[in-house]
């Protein structure tokens, strides 16, 4: 079985230049979460998907940061206009049917975005 | 709000020891994470424990949950170096759409 894709693996890029990542959930997932780890620190949920709506994201910046994921399936995340402090890990992570109690969270293997 | 708060954020120990990091979140919390992270990679799953009391095992790693100290564990058995890694663990959100809080991580270095 295939794994979460994420694409690019690295980015660099001048601060208020935009940048975006996309993410291929593994088959048959309807839930898809993007999530940023600064280095040294956990995991924040930026925004959840169930199939191709919105669950929570209460905690994006939507000043410059946005997401889809219009056919349910595959996802972006945009930033526009980056600014120095978005340098991070940009995760993808999906789950089966429901998102449930026994669901686990398969991750990607991250973009690794660099602002300077 | 939930926090979830791991210690000790780092640990370097020798081969064969044993050791223990603790996992504690600050409200109600019915399931919990632990996650594996080696460097420049990305989180591997390592348990999933459901209840109060739950406890389950894979080789040399051990997790356990207490819901009403609101603490788990993750031990480490005569530890060998392929384990050396960033250990995570999550809680789930009581109420929402199983959201994960993630602690900072405990960076585990094991020499040989």
């Known amino acids: 079985e295939a794994g979460v894709a994420q694409s690019p693996r690295y980015k660099i890029i001048e601060k208020r230049q935009s940048v975006a990542f996309w993410c291929n959930p593994i088959?048959?997932?309807?839930?898809l979460y993007w999530y940023q780890q600064i280095l040294g620190q956990g995991p924040k949920l930026l925004i959840q998907?169930?199939?191709?709506?919105?669950?929570?994201d209460s905690q994006l910046p939507k000043d410059r940061f946005s997401a889809e994921r219009l056919k349910g399936v595959d996802s972006t995340l945009k930033i526009q206009p980056a600014k120095l402090e978005d340098s991070a890990v940009y995760l993808c992570?999906?789950?089966?049917?429901?998102?449930?109690?026994?669901?686990?969270?398969?991750f990607g293997p991250g973009t690794r975005l660099l602002v300077l | 709000e939930l926090k979830v708060e791991q210690n000790p954020l780092f640990l370097s120990m020798q081969e064969g020891k044993n050791y223990t990091i603790y996992c504690n979140y600050s409200t109600t919390s019915d399931r919990l994470y632990w996650y594996r992270q080696d460097p420049g990679k990305s989180l591997e799953s390592l348990f999933v424990?459901?209840?109060n009391g739950a406890v389950k095992q894979e080789g040399r790693l051990m997790a356990s949950l207490d819901t009403k100290a609101r603490l788990s564990t993750l031990h480490i058995t005569a530890a060998v170096h392929d384990l050396s890694a960033t250990y995570f663990c999550a809680a789930v959100v009581v109420g929402s759409n199983y959201q994960l809080i993630w602690g900072a991580g405990t960076k585990l270095i094991i020499k040989p």
């Open positions: 424990l459901l209840s």
């Open positions: 088959s048959g997932h309807a839930t």
């Open positions: 998907f169930q199939n191709n709506g919105v669950v929570d």
């Open positions: 992570a999906s789950t089966g049917t429901s998102g449930g109690p026994r669901e686990t969270q398969y």
